[in-house]
């Protein structure tokens, strides 16, 4: 009898710990939704902005867009200039202020791919439909990231930037080739001209990739290209 008790009393401890688990899990995965925009500082030096549509709800999957800001310029100004039609169409956004280095950016990689895996869990997002994306600087940082990390993310789109001579010596071509992923790159007339060659180079690994050239294309005007971006990413997602 004593044996039968004993054998009882543990299953219930079991349960219970079982069940403060799956309510830790809960809590994590689908804790308190925060519809709107948010800023988050990590510590002294990371910190990023959120964007949650007010009709977000955990009964369906929502697409993300990673966007990357021209470096020193305002990150809460850029996602601004997303947020009408993320709330329009649907989507999370995450806008990191992120960091500039002067070596291999892997630790900056590394702090990246941690943000999109923390907002990830806590929201629910599609993970077949995340779209990279920057402007100037950002845009060659998303770039290279986009190459070299190519089966993370479903599409890329670059405005008025491309890769930097020390990103494309990271890229690995070949892992290119094995996870194709779209590329929608816009840049000014008055664009550097080894950006075209860097374009016309990447072709030979990335099939999918779209240049497109306007007048007069500054930080203002890129920044209003942002519907039309979202009508490509989501012209691929039906192909």
Not at 16 to 40: D, M
Not at 119 to 132: H, P
Not at 164 to 186: D, G, M
Not at 220 to 228: E, I, L, Q
Request: proline share 4%; charged share 25%; net charge positive.
């Amino acid at each position: 009898m004593q044996r039968v008790k004993t054998f009882a009393t543990a299953a219930i401890a079991a349960c219970l710990i079982l069940l403060a688990q799956v309510n830790h899990s809960a809590g994590y995965f689908f804790g308190a939704v925060k519809p709107g925009l948010e800023f988050v500082q990590e510590g002294t030096k990371t910190s990023f902005f959120l964007y949650v549509p007010k009709a977000y709800t955990q009964e369906r999957k929502w697409p993300l867009v990673v966007g990357l800001a021209e470096f020193g310029t305002s990150t809460k100004s850029y996602i601004e200039s997303w947020m009408e039609e993320a709330e329009r169409r649907g989507y999370i956004l995450l806008c990191p202020n992120w960091h500039k280095s002067r070596d291999v950016p892997d630790a900056g990689d590394r702090w990246l791919f941690r943000l999109i895996r923390k907002v990830s869990e806590q929201y629910a997002v599609d993970r077949r439909k995340i779209l990279l994306t920057g402007i100037a600087d950002g845009g060659d940082y998303a770039s290279y990231l986009g190459l070299r990390y190519p089966k993370f993310f479903s599409a890329v789109a670059s405005v008025g930037g491309f890769l930097t001579e020390s990103h494309e010596n990271l890229i690995y071509y070949q892992r290119v080739k094995r996870y194709p992923i779209p590329f929608f790159v816009l840049n000014g007339k008055e664009a550097r001209p080894e950006i075209r060659e860097d374009v016309e180079k990447m072709r030979r690994y990335v099939g999918d990739l779209e240049y497109i050239e306007v007048e007069g294309l500054n930080r203002d005007t890129g920044m209003n290209v942002n519907s039309a971006i979202l009508d490509w990413f989501e012209a691929k997602q039906t192909v």
